[in-house]
């Protein structure tokens, strides 16, 4: 059975930094992206960032460039998304999701894309 579970959220203030983890289980991660998505209510899930399963390619939407950065470790089952320069509305629930091989990697953004999904995590940022 696929598990992942989140952590990491919380209130932060503009600008500050966050680090998410994943913790995944029954996943193929020889296999599977893994990724970053977050949804803010009453707004379509919007995918932030992938890694691939071997070569640790990796792929941001104009979201997270600059500000986010994604890695993995496959040994301990996680991802991760180191969050920086958080602005208002970054604002969301964030959820981490298993992808399977896509025809292009970029879809691997794509909520339709995702095989499985985590809960989520909120991240606030506020003063």
């Known amino acids: 059975q696929v598990q992942l579970v989140e952590s990491g959220g919380g209130l932060v203030q503009p600008g500050g930094s966050l680090n998410l983890t994943c913790a995944t289980s029954?996943?193929?991660?020889?296999?599977?992206?893994l990724g970053w998505f977050r949804q803010v209510p009453g707004k379509e899930r919007e995918g932030l960032s992938c890694?691939?399963?071997?070569?640790?390619?990796?792929y941001y939407t104009d979201s997270a460039k600059g500000r986010f950065t994604i890695s993995r470790d496959n040994a301990k089952g996680t991802v991760a998304l180191q969050m920086s320069g958080l602005k208002p509305e970054d604002t969301a629930v964030y959820f981490c999701a298993a992808v399977p091989p896509t025809l292009l990697f970029s879809h691997c953004v794509l909520p339709g894309s995702v095989e499985a999904w985590g809960r989520g995590t909120q991240v606030t940022v506020s003063s």
């Open positions: 029954g996943v193929y991660l020889d296999q599977y992206a």
């Open positions: 890694m691939s399963a071997g070569e640790g390619r990796t």
